[in-house]
């Protein structure tokens, strides 16, 4: 049984150890390394900040730049069909004047026989 016992002191030995090392706390932390950290928190997080602001201004001027772009779309088509409504009307017109003057012309035709 002499194994056992130094078996047994081993495992003593072993427990030992790890209550004393379960039951000991960390060091705490300098001031300064603590102040040091929450400034470079602080720092870190308006930097995030920083970086979200400026990507949300990014995805702000891409849509204003589309909404503006689909708007100068829209005025152009609006403006081409304004000006294909006025090409028809004055094609109109010409065709009324020529029917016009062809009804004159075969009046006076009529005239000219009588």
Known sequence: MPSSESNLEVNLEDDLDRETASKEEPEPLPMEEVVFNSLETARKEEEDWHLHAIR?????????????????????????????????????????TERRLAMDTERRRRRAKR
Do not use: A, G, M
């Open 56 to 96: 949300q201004k990014e995805t702000d001027d891409c849509i204003l730049k589309r909404t503006v772009e689909i708007s100068k779309e829209e005025e152009h088509r609006h403006e081409e069909r304004h000006r294909h409504e006025e090409e028809e009307e004055c094609h109109r017109q010409e065709e009324e």
